[in-house]
């Protein structure tokens, strides 16, 4: 019986192809700077076909003159041209292998320093830097998540064009930001072309960003640089937040006293209302963090409005971080101080009071019996109420037109015409239900009892997209 001899031959974990020889490369090189290479082929001397031309260790960022790509062409043995690396490091090697084979053929050992000073970089926490990644902007790896009104850091550094840090350097460099209410250090130089500085950013919001700039503003000697884009996040909840008509949400507001002379608090501005007794009103109660950004995963609390007053407290629960209770004081006449307090959590700081102005009856001036807030509107918020006065039970029309005195927008409904303050909503959409374009609009109102006018009344309405 004849056997069958099976030979396998083991190949080696990488192809081996032409050997090639390196020219001494001096050290150290500049990055960026183009020098010469020159190398020699063996077995054959006489070889005439490609190599790839790479730097060890990668990444390479490293570009050979005149040509695209890294494949190098040899003839008769030779080749001899210029190369760039971009990339500053100590301990580097080229490496030259034939196009399709993945051996080993290096040069000496050479170092590569960084250029002139340049630029400016940011590296924000959970960044590293990536000298020589033009298109990365010297950055890899994404920015961490910050939490408002917490300290972050972030390194700063003067670099090449490139983004290799250069390691020398003592400029004055300032930050800023994007964000509404950042607290940021003073300007400040660099030791040794770097700088560790915290900050801290107030308002929750994604899309931040922070901006690196040298010496006095509008005169930078080194190219700015702007940060990653970064979310920062609503902090834990840890007190109440009590909104009345006039005041809107303003999240990250740095205001830390009220001022009482025109009753402006931290997170709201605005000034509350006049209210008229037996006429009820909406206050808001937000669940916020320290820095009065609303918190929407807040519990479902129970929480009070009005306390302290018996005929006017109302109580509600959080729902996604907020609730709205209706108000009906019983009188007038008088300031009524409203707070708003945690029925759940006695750990949650109660809202600071909120004055409101409480009249028997109201009759403004001509320029205050129509108003609207916010004005304008559009950005922080996406409707504006329309508030007006009428001496007597009237039928109301209204008319929002633009500026070239087309029609914008009417109620679909008869809106309120009792004698006394009336309000009304506009959400910035027009009669087809598509929203405005920034811009001023003029509201018309027109209120008549029979044949007899009663108000005739009209106000410019801005919007900001």
């Given at each position: ?5 099976i030979?396998?031959l083991?190949?080696?974990?990488f ?10 490369i001096?050290?150290?090189q ?13 077995d ?16 390479s ?9 890294n ?28 196009y ?39 950055r ?16 700063l550094?003067i670099?090449?064009?490139w983004w ?17 209410f950042?607290?940021?250090?003073p300007p ?6 770097s700088l560790a ?7 929750a ?13 509008g ?10 884009a970064f ?23 740095t ?5 009482t002379?025109?009753l ?5 501005p605005?000034e ?5 007794a ?17 918190v ?15 005929n006017?407290?109302?109580?509600g ?46 009759s ?5 019996a ?5 004005n ?8 504006t109420t ?9 039928d ?19 809106p ?8 009304i909503?506009w ?6 239900n ?14 008549t009892n029979r044949?007899?006018i009663?108000a ?5 309405i801005?919007?900001?997209?």
């Amino acid at each position: 019986m004849k056997r069958k001899i099976i030979i396998m031959l083991l190949f080696p974990f990488f192809l081996m192809g032409t050997t090639f020889t390196f020219g001494t490369i001096s050290s150290p090189q500049v990055a960026a700077d183009s020098f010469q290479v020159t190398i020699d082929a063996h077995d054959p001397e006489n070889f005439d076909g490609f190599g790839v031309l790479s730097v060890q260790p990668p990444p390479s960022y490293m570009e050979v003159v005149g040509i695209s790509g890294n494949r190098i062409e040899f003839s008769n043995g030779d080749w001899s041209g210029y190369i760039k690396i971009f990339r500053a490091s100590d301990s580097l090697h080229l490496n030259c292998t034939e196009y399709g084979y993945s051996d080993q053929n290096i040069s000496n050992e050479f170092s590569v320093d960084p250029n002139v000073p340049w630029r400016l970089l940011i590296l924000l926490f959970g960044e590293q830097a990536d000298p020589g990644n033009i298109p990365g902007r010297g950055r890899f790896q994404s920015p961490e998540d910050i939490i408002a009104g917490q300290p972050a850091a972030a390194n700063l550094y003067i670099t090449d064009r490139w983004w290799n840090i250069v390691g020398q350097g003592s400029e004055q460099v300032y930050l800023n930001s994007n964000n509404p209410f950042p607290e940021l250090p003073p300007p400040a130089s660099t030791v040794a072309g770097s700088l560790a500085v915290q900050y801290q950013l107030r308002t929750a919001q994604t899309d931040n960003y922070l901006y690196l700039h040298h010496g006095s503003q509008g005169l930078d000697t080194l190219i700015s640089d702007t940060s990653s884009a970064f979310t920062t996040l609503t902090g834990e909840f840890s007190r109440l937040l009590l909104t009345v008509p006039g005041e809107i949400l303003l999240p990250g507001d740095t205001l830390l006293e009220p001022d009482t002379t025109f009753l402006l608090y931290p997170g709201v501005p605005g000034e509350p209302q006049i209210q008229t007794a037996e006429i009820s009103f909406t206050t808001t109660v937000y669940a916020v963090d320290d820095c009065w950004n609303v918190v929407n995963s807040a519990p479902s609390d129970s929480v009070i409005v009005g306390v302290g007053f018996p005929n006017i407290e109302q109580r509600g629960i959080l729902t996604d971080g907020s609730v709205n209770l209706d108000i009906t004081p019983d009188r007038g006449g008088f300031i009524l101080p409203l707070m708003a307090e945690d029925l759940s959590n006695p750990n949650i700081e109660e809202s600071y009071y909120v004055n409101v102005e409480i009249l028997d009856s109201y009759s403004p001036a001509e320029e205050n019996a129509i108003v609207n807030f916010p004005n304008p509107f559009g950005v922080e918020q996406e409707y504006t109420t329309i508030q007006y006065y009428l001496s007597r039970d009237a039928d109301v029309s209204i008319e929002i037109y633009d500026k070239f005195g087309n029609l914008v927008w009417s109620p679909e409904e008869t809106p309120p015409g009792r004698g006394g303050p009336n309000e009304i909503v506009w959400d910035g959409m027009d009669k087809d239900n598509v929203p405005v374009d920034s811009g001023i609009y003029f509201l018309y109102l027109r209120a008549t009892n029979r044949t007899k006018i009663v108000a005739n009344y009209k106000r410019k309405i801005a919007v900001i997209r």
